[in-house]
């Protein structure tokens, strides 16, 4: 079955009374109630793509988007918003997918490991 408007095998769930599109959204949001952040699924739509960004992250002044597979219109919107975020709230843009995480800015998609994405994101709360 497909979920919510994801692709092939995306399966919808809850996580703390919040609907959620797939189970690799419901891990990230697991991963990041246990570290102790603040969370938004959803807030808002963003861009001149009106992109619906999965997670805000305000504390960290972040966004994440989680992905079970890249589109390429993904890559040109992301890059875009990014762009944006940064200019105009001082905001980065993350993606977090099944296999790695990426930092993205205007320059595009830049791969990094799990493990990097979390220091960042902790080097984000200590700031």
């Known amino acids: 079955k497909t979920g919510a408007g994801r ?19 419901i891990r990230f949001a697991a ?18 793509g ?14 994440v988007e989680v992905k ?3 589109e ?6 992301l890059k875009e918003l990014a762009g944006e975020l940064a200019e ?7 993606m977090y997918t099944g296999y790695r995480c990426y930092r993205i800015d205007s320059d595009g998609l830049h791969t990094m490991k799990r493990a990097e994405f979390w220091e960042l994101l902790d080097s984000r709360n200590q700031t």
């Open 7 to 25: 692709g092939f095998g995306a399966i919808p769930g809850v996580f703390k009374g919040v609907q959620m599109r797939s189970q690799l959204e």
């Open 72 to 77: 390429a219109r993904d890559r040109i919107l």
């Open 50 to 63: 009106n992109y619906l960004v999965d997670f805000h992250l305000p504390e960290l002044k972040c966004w």
């Open 88 to 94: 105009q709230r001082g905001e980065a843009l993350f």
């Open 68 to 70: 079970g597979r890249i």
């Open 31 to 48: 991963e990041i109630e246990e570290r102790g952040y603040e969370w938004i699924y959803e807030e808002e739509r963003l861009g001149d």
